[in-house]
C-alpha cells in the first residue's frame, strides 16, 4: 500500500510511540504471598511488535518486516526476565512458589476471599485434569452465556494442552451493596510442558455473595493485550515437538501441513538461541478475518502477513494472518520471526538504535535457511537509485510514518546486506557477539566494533556501503 509502512499495531499515525497497553503490577513474576494490593507504575512491560506485511512487487510476493518496540521496565523482573543457572528448553528457573492443583483439603476459607481463592483454585484443578464439569461449576446458573463462553475457552485451552494453570488475586475482593463483588485475577499458564516461561495475563471477574456462596458471574478476558485467541475463539490445535500451531475450525485443515513447514523454521532458529534456552515451544495462531482484527486487541491492516507479540521477556506468541500465509510461506515466515524470539528474548531495553541490526539478523537466518541467494536485490537497487538512501548510511532506524513499501523492502534489504557482510569479513561468531553488544546490550557502535571486530565502527560502515553499492 503506497505512502504507508506497514506496522503490526494499526497505529501508522505514531510508530515511534504506539498506544501503551494497560499497565501492570510491578512484582508480579508469581501469585502474591498475601492479599495486598500491589504498586502500580506508569510505565509498561514489553518490547517488541513485529509486522510481516506482504509487498505485491514481484512474484513470488516479497516480504518486509517492520518492528516497533517500547521500553521495558526493569522493575518488572518478574516476568520471566530474570533466568539463572543452566535449563533445558523452556525450562523457568524454578524462582516463585508451584502451582498444587487440587490442593484444597483443610478447613473451609472463612473469609470472602479465601472463598474466591477457593473457587479460583478448584477451577483451575479441574483444567489441568479435564474435567469440564468441575471447570464450569464456579458459574452461577442465572448467567448461561458466561457458561457457554466459559465452555468454549476450556475447549480451546484442551486443545493447547495446558499443563499450567495458576490463577492468584491481585488485591482484596471488592464487594457492593447489591451482594455481588469484583475481583481482578492474575493468572499464569503453560502449554505442553510444565517447564515453560510462563505467560500470564490480568482479568476482571465478578461473583454472586450467596451466604458462604460464591460462583461466577462473569470473567473478563486479559486487561494486557486481550483477548487471548482462545479467551475468544473455538481453537483446533498442532502439537509438535518444538512448535503450538492453533486456528479456528475453519482452517483446521491447514494445520499438520503448516505444522511440518514451522517445525523445520524451529530447528533453524533454535541454533540462534545463543543467550538462553528457546521456549519450550514456539507458539503460533494462524488467524481469519474476524480473528486477525480482534486477537490481541488490535486491529491489523489487511495486508501484513503476520506479528510477534512478546507477553513476557521469554514468552513470545506470533499470529499469522491466514489470509496472507499460505503452507508454501509458512516456513519462510516463521524462520525470521522464530529468529527474533531467541534472539531479542531477556532484553528488557529497547533498541531503538539497532533496527538494522535486529531485522538484519532475522533476514540473516531467514535467507540462510532457504539456501539460495537474497532475492531482493531488484528492490535494495530501486531504493539506492531512487536517493532515499539517505548519506549512504548503514544503521538504520525504522521506517519513518509515511514510507512507501517499496522504500520499506530496500531498508530491510539494505539490513539484511549490512549483516550479510559482517558474516563474511569477519565470521558469524564474531557477528553475534557485535549483536550481542549493540542490540542487546545497548553497547556504542563505536565500542561494540572494536570489541568484536577489533576495528572501529567507521571502517565496518563503510565497508558495508562499498559492498551494497558494488552489489547493485
Same mark, same amino acid.
Given at each position: 500500500?503506497?505512502?504507508?509502512?506497514?506496522?503490526?499495531?494499526?497505529?501508522?499515525?505514531?510508530?515511534?510511540?504506539?498506544?501503551?497497553?494497560?499497565?501492570?503490577?510491578?512484582?508480579?513474576?508469581?501469585?502474591?504471598?498475601? %492479599? &495486598?494490593?500491589?504498586?502500580?507504575? @506508569?510505565? *509498561? +512491560?514489553?518490547? !517488541?511488535?513485529?509486522?510481516? =506485511?506482504? $509487498? /505485491?512487487?514481484?512474484?513470488?510476493?516479497?516480504?518486509?518486516?517492520?518492528?516497533?518496540?517500547?521500553?521495558?521496565?526493569?522493575?518488572?523482573?518478574?516476568?520471566?526476565?530474570?533466568?539463572?543457572?543452566?535449563?533445558?528448553?523452556?525450562?523457568?528457573?524454578?524462582?516463585?512458589?508451584?502451582?498444587?492443583?487440587?490442593?484444597?483439603?483443610? %478447613? &473451609?476459607?472463612?473469609?470472602?476471599? @479465601?472463598? *474466591? +481463592?477457593?473457587? !479460583?483454585?478448584?477451577?483451575? =484443578?479441574? $483444567? /489441568?485434569?479435564?474435567?469440564?464439569?468441575?471447570?464450569?461449576?464456579?458459574?452461577?446458573?442465572?448467567?448461561?452465556?458466561?457458561?457457554?463462553?466459559?465452555?468454549?475457552?476450556?475447549?480451546?485451552?484442551?486443545?493447547?494442552?495446558?499443563?499450567?494453570?495458576?490463577?492468584?488475586?491481585?488485591?482484596?475482593?471488592?464487594?457492593?451493596?447489591?451482594?455481588?463483588?469484583?475481583?481482578?485475577?492474575?493468572?499464569?499458564?503453560?502449554?505442553?510442558?510444565?517447564?515453560?516461561?510462563?505467560?500470564?495475563?490480568?482479568?476482571?471477574?465478578?461473583?454472586?455473595?450467596?451466604?458462604?456462596?460464591?460462583?461466577?458471574?462473569?470473567?473478563?478476558?486479559?486487561?494486557?493485550?486481550?483477548?487471548?485467541?482462545?479467551?475468544?475463539?473455538?481453537?483446533?490445535?498442532?502439537?509438535?515437538?518444538?512448535?503450538?500451531?492453533?486456528?479456528?475450525?475453519?482452517?483446521?485443515?491447514?494445520?499438520?501441513?503448516?505444522?511440518?513447514?514451522?517445525?523445520?523454521?524451529?530447528?533453524?532458529?533454535?541454533?540462534?538461541?545463543?543467550?538462553?534456552?528457546?521456549?519450550?515451544?514456539?507458539?503460533?495462531?494462524?488467524?481469519?478475518?474476524?480473528?486477525?482484527?480482534?486477537?490481541?486487541?488490535?486491529?491489523?491492516?489487511?495486508?501484513?502477513?503476520?506479528?510477534?507479540?512478546?507477553?513476557?521477556?521469554?514468552?513470545?506468541?506470533?499470529?499469522?494472518?491466514?489470509?496472507?500465509?499460505?503452507?508454501?510461506?509458512?516456513?519462510?515466515?516463521?524462520?525470521?520471526?522464530?529468529?527474533?524470539?531467541?534472539?531479542?528474548?531477556?532484553?528488557?531495553?529497547?533498541?531503538?538504535?539497532?533496527?538494522?541490526?535486529?531485522?538484519?539478523?532475522?533476514?540473516?537466518?531467514?535467507?540462510?535457511?532457504?539456501?539460495?541467494?537474497?532475492?531482493?536485490?531488484?528492490?535494495?537497487?530501486?531504493?539506492?537509485?531512487?536517493?532515499?538512501?539517505?548519506?549512504?548510511?548503514?544503521?538504520?532506524?525504522?521506517?519513518?510514518?509515511?514510507?512507501?513499501?517499496?522504500?520499506?523492502?530496500?531498508?530491510?534489504?539494505?539490513?539484511?546486506?549490512?549483516?550479510?557482510?559482517?558474516?563474511?569479513?569477519?565470521?558469524?561468531?564474531?557477528?553475534?557477539?557485535?549483536?550481542?553488544?549493540?542490540?542487546?546490550?545497548?553497547?556504542?557502535?563505536?565500542?561494540?566494533?572494536?570489541?568484536?571486530?577489533?576495528?572501529?565502527?567507521?571502517?565496518?560502515?563503510?565497508?558495508?556501503?562499498?559492498?551494497?553499492?558494488?552489489?547493485?
Amino acid at each position: 500500500m503506497e505512502g504507508e509502512r506497514p506496522d503490526a499495531t494499526g497505529y501508522a499515525q505514531d510508530l515511534r510511540h504506539p498506544p501503551l497497553p494497560h499497565q501492570r503490577p510491578t512484582h508480579y513474576p508469581f501469585p502474591p504471598p498475601t %492479599p &495486598a494490593q500491589p504498586s502500580r507504575v @506508569g510505565v *509498561v +512491560r514489553i518490547v !517488541l511488535l513485529v509486522a510481516l =506485511a506482504v $509487498l /505485491l512487487v514481484a512474484p513470488p510476493a516479497a516480504i518486509a518486516f517492520a518492528t516497533v518496540r517500547q521500553d521495558r521496565a526493569r522493575t518488572l523482573v518478574g516476568q520471566g526476565a530474570v533466568t539463572g543457572g543452566e535449563r533445558g528448553p523452556g525450562r523457568s528457573d524454578g524462582a516463585g512458589p508451584k502451582a498444587t492443583p487440587g490442593a484444597t483439603k483443610g %478447613p &473451609a476459607p472463612t473469609t470472602l476471599d @479465601g472463598r *474466591v +481463592r477457593l473457587a !479460583l483454585t478448584e477451577q483451575g =484443578a479441574s $483444567l /489441568l485434569a479435564g474435567d469440564e464439569g468441575g471447570f464450569l461449576a464456579a458459574v452461577d446458573a442465572s448467567v448461561p452465556q458466561l457458561r457457554e463462553r466459559l465452555a468454549k475457552r476450556y475447549a480451546s485451552l484442551r486443545q493447547l494442552q495446558v499443563k499450567v494453570w495458576d490463577a492468584a488475586l491481585v488485591g482484596k475482593v471488592d464487594t457492593a451493596a447489591d451482594g455481588t463483588a469484583s475481583a481482578t485475577v492474575f493468572v499464569q499458564y503453560c502449554y505442553v510442558v510444565t517447564t515453560c516461561d510462563r505467560m500470564n495475563l490480568q482479568a476482571a471477574t465478578r461473583w454472586k455473595i450467596a451466604g458462604k456462596t460464591v460462583t461466577l458471574l462473569d470473567f473478563g478476558t486479559s486487561q494486557d493485550l486481550g483477548p487471548r485467541p482462545w479467551e475468544a475463539s473455538e481453537l483446533r490445535t498442532a502439537v509438535g515437538d518444538r512448535v503450538v500451531l492453533s486456528t479456528t475450525p475453519k482452517y483446521a485443515g491447514r494445520l499438520q501441513s503448516m505444522l511440518s513447514a514451522a517445525e523445520r523454521a524451529a530447528a533453524l532458529a533454535d541454533r540462534y538461541a545463543k543467550w538462553g534456552s528457546p521456549p519450550s515451544r514456539y507458539v503460533v495462531y494462524l488467524a481469519g478475518p474476524d480473528e486477525w482484527a480482534s486477537w490481541y486487541g488490535m486491529k491489523q491492516e489487511n495486508w501484513v502477513a503476520g506479528f510477534a507479540l512478546p507477553l513476557t521477556a521469554d514468552a513470545t506468541e506470533i499470529v499469522l494472518n491466514a489470509a496472507r500465509v499460505d503452507t508454501k510461506e509458512t516456513l519462510d515466515v516463521l524462520r525470521h520471526e522464530f529468529t527474533h524470539v531467541v534472539t531479542l528474548a531477556h532484553v528488557d531495553r529497547s533498541y531503538d538504535n539497532t533496527w538494522w541490526l535486529v531485522e538484519g539478523i532475522a533476514e540473516y537466518v531467514r535467507v540462510k535457511g532457504t539456501g539460495k541467494p537474497f532475492g531482493a536485490m531488484g528492490e535494495v537497487r530501486t531504493f539506492v537509485r531512487s536517493g532515499h538512501w539517505k548519506n549512504n548510511e548503514i544503521a538504520l532506524d525504522d521506517p519513518p510514518e509515511g514510507t512507501s513499501t517499496a522504500d520499506v523492502s530496500g531498508r530491510y534489504g539494505i539490513a539484511y546486506l549490512s549483516v550479510q557482510r559482517l558474516v563474511d569479513r569477519f565470521g558469524e561468531d564474531r557477528m553475534l557477539q557485535f549483536f550481542d553488544l549493540a542490540a542487546r546490550q545497548g553497547v556504542a557502535f563505536d565500542e561494540a566494533a572494536s570489541k568484536a571486530f577489533g576495528v572501529g565502527w567507521d571502517d565496518v560502515a563503510a565497508d558495508c556501503v562499498k559492498n551494497i553499492k558494488n552489489r547493485i
